[in-house]
């Protein structure tokens, strides 16, 4: 039987990602797990409005990077969900380089980093909500399968859950889309 448990939001686990932008000169991270797929080729970040640094540097620039966390990454990604940008240069945390999109630092380490454009933003209670148009990826090459594509097994994105305030490590495929669903009617 089910129980009716409240107005929860029930979507969580989501992805943890590292948000590389610059404010004026300094470049900064910030940890977002508040992300989704807004259509085949564009995403959100939600950024809480307390993140005032973080907030004014992608407002400013209207570029951005976004990178998957891995278990290699997620005490640099955890410290970044804490310290603030405002008041600590978190610019050493991670090695990084900057490609076309000059003011999105893209993290050498991270196993997928998307430079991304600003195309929209939403404003919902205390979050802005960017909609981010990928403009390019960049994937550790151990990160590929051999047809060139990303190997989200390899990557092992690590997972945010709100209610218990936990990350989780992803596990391994368990079906084929599309495919499993073939036999169901039968």
Known sequence: ?????????????????????????RVNFLTIAHVGVAEHGALLISVDKEHKFSDAGIRENRVVSVSLVN??????????????????????????????????PILDDAPVCMACRV????????????????????????????GGKIDY????????EFQSAQYLSTGKAVAKCWNIGKDYAK
Do not use: W
């Open 119 to 146: 195309i929209d933003e939403i404003s919902v209670g205390n979050f802005t909500n960017y909609i981010l148009k990928p403009v390019h990826t960049y994937v550790q090459e151990e990160y590929l399968t051999a």
């Open 1 to 25: 039987m089910t129980k009716d448990i409240g107005a929860v939001m029930g979507l969580y686990p989501t992805p943890v990602t590292v948000a590389g932008l610059m404010n004026g000169e």
């Open 71 to 104: 278990r290699a990454l997620l005490p640099a990604a955890d410290y970044c969900g804490i310290a603030k940008g405002a008041q600590t240069d978190k610019a050493g945390v991670f090695k990084y380089h900057f490609g076309e999109l000059e003011k999105a």
């Open 153 to 160: 097994e390899k990557v092992s994105p690590i997972l945010f």
